[in-house]
Antibody
Framework: QVQLQESGPGLVKPSGTLSLTCAVS?????????WTWVRQPPGKGLEWIGE???????YYNPSLKSRVTISIDKSRNQFSLTLSSVTAADTAMYYC?????????????WGQGTLVTVSS | DIQLTQSPSFLSASVGDRVTITCRAS??????LAWYHQKPGKAPKLLIY???TLQSGVPSRFSGSGSGTEFTLTISSLQPEDFATYYC?????????FGQGTKVEIK
């Protein structure tokens, strides 16, 4: 059983930077998996943000690519999301998840999510 | 980007009903499709991957089929805990994309 837990500020000012961390249960992040971030604006559907492999390789959603960075810290069993120049449109529940396998894998273990509100 | 269109967007059904949700892709994605359901305030839960493979621990009343551009999720006998929003996700190419969701409500 892999456990994930998101953490970070719940309120970010417009034009600021959103920073979230996903803590992964001990040892799990060293396995050969991709790790992903997904967000969901209030009352709306799911949006894939990007994912990172345990080696550090990344893929990002082009709609966010100029503003997003995903990084991984295997020594701390965590990976992180940074989103710059935020606006109210970035207000959402942010989820981290493990991708089940190397090729074309779905998210099989998810964090509970953390709500980030962009407001002054 | 590959667009996924789910139909219907909203479905009203009774306990015991057979329910089918369709997901159509804007281009072929082989069998690289997953289905999730999501209850209010909760994270999505993986039900099916590779279009038809049941995730471990998911009840057998859930099944998936399809390949290429058209996929279906079927619930053979709807249970009270199945009332939720269902999403498909394509895993054939980046960026990964989701369908807009199908909300299944109690009739």
């Amino acid at each position: 059983q892999v456990q994930l837990q998101e953490s970070g500020p719940g309120l970010v000012k417009p034009s600021g930077t959103l920073s979230l961390t996903c803590a992964v249960s001990a040892g799990a992040i060293s396995s050969s998996n991709w790790w992903t971030w997904v967000r969901q604006p209030p009352g709306k559907g799911l949006e894939w943000i990007g994912e990172i492999y345990h080696s550090g390789s990344t893929y990002y959603n082009p709609s966010l690519k100029s503003r997003v960075t995903i990084s991984i810290d295997k020594s701390r069993n965590q990976f992180s999301l940074t989103l710059s120049s935020v606006t109210a449109a970035d207000t959402a529940m942010y989820y981290c998840a493990r991708v089940q396998r190397f090729l074309a894998g779905p998210g099989d273990y998810w964090g509970q999510g953390t709500l980030v509100t962009v407001s002054s | 980007d590959i667009q996924l269109t789910q139909s219907p967007s909203f479905l009203s059904a009774s306990v015991g009903d057979r329910v089918t949700i369709t997901c159509r892709a804007s281009q072929g994605i082989s069998s690289y499709l997953a289905w999730y359901h999501q209850k209010p305030g909760k994270a999505p839960k993986l039900l099916i991957y590779d279009a038809s493979t049941l995730q471990s621990g998911v009840p057998s009343r859930f099944s998936g089929s399809g390949s290429g551009t058209e996929f279906t999720l079927t619930i053979s006998s709807l249970q009270p805990e199945d009332f939720a929003t269902y999403y498909c996700q394509q895993l054939n190419s980046y960026p990964r994309t989701f369908g807009q969701g199908t909300k299944v409500e109690i009739k």
